[in-house]
């Protein structure tokens, strides 16, 4: 059985991998810890039986690298390694199929049973976890750090966060202009780069990617 683990924390990374040694006899377990590399590496390895995802990779949005994964190997089962609650997310990852969701605050056993019920096809969430889903402690905080992790990412500056809010209000440029002092001719070119900062082609690609960050969600 080959498992990929993904997560960043070196000492996490190897407690994870002991489990793992000792829960699933006879599997080949690769350990990688960040995104690009994860993402290198399904460029030329496949057939994985078990992935486990940590959702907190600093170098990219875990859920797209989920999303990739989902179409690359479209059955193996995926375990999440969260820290973070959020309503959303977990709404999110529901939609990719996930089989199990664990926090970093369980212990060895929750691992272990998590493992055991996804390899008998069972969806398993720690109690942590499902105690948190009937809070929305962080809620708030995951949301506002998917927007800070975006607009810095991206280098986003004030003046076209400014600019971004006003396109999503469906105002033209020279309705912009004026409303920020500014001639036409610069709001065209601040728009310019708005799009090929964040790889889009239009407002309407805009809109879906930002919605996707949570920027429409209080």
Same mark, same amino acid.
């Given at each position: 059985?080959?498992?990929? !683990? $993904?997560?960043?924390? /070196?000492?996490?990374?190897? #407690? +994870?991998?002991? =489990? ?6 006879? &599997? ?23 992935? !486990? $995802?940590?959702?907190? /990779?600093?170098?990219?949005? #875990? +859920?797209?690298? =989920? ?6 190997? &479209? ?144």
């Amino acid at each position: 059985m080959k498992i990929l !683990l $993904i997560e960043e924390n /070196l000492l996490l990374q190897k #407690s +994870i991998r002991e =489990i793992l040694s000792k829960t699933v006899s006879k &599997s080949e377990i690769i350990c990688l810890n960040t995104g690009a590399a994860t993402k290198t590496f399904l460029s030329h390895e496949q057939d994985i039986n078990l992935f !486990l $995802i940590s959702i907190e /990779l600093s170098d990219v949005n #875990s +859920i797209k690298l =989920i999303q990739e994964i989902r179409g690359i190997e &479209s059955k193996a089962p995926i375990i999440v390694l969260n820290k973070i609650y959020s309503r959303f997310l977990i709404e999110k990852l529901k939609r990719l199929d996930i089989s199990a969701y664990i926090s970093y605050l369980d212990n060895e056993d929750t691992y272990v049973k998590a493992i055991q019920s996804v390899l008998n096809k069972k969806v398993f969430i720690s109690k942590n976890i499902h105690d948190e889903s009937r809070k929305l402690v962080n809620e708030t905080a995951y949301i506002e750090k998917n927007k800070i992790d975006f607009i810095t990412q991206k280098k986003i500056t004030e003046r076209e966060l400014e600019i971004i809010n006003l396109m999503m209000t469906s105002k033209t440029n020279k309705e912009i202009a004026d409303e920020l002092f500014l001639s036409s001719d610069t709001i065209k070119f601040h728009r310019k780069n708005i799009y090929k900062k964040t790889g889009v082609g239009n407002i309407l690609e805009l809109y879906k990617l930002l919605v996707e960050q949570h920027f429409f969600i209080n």
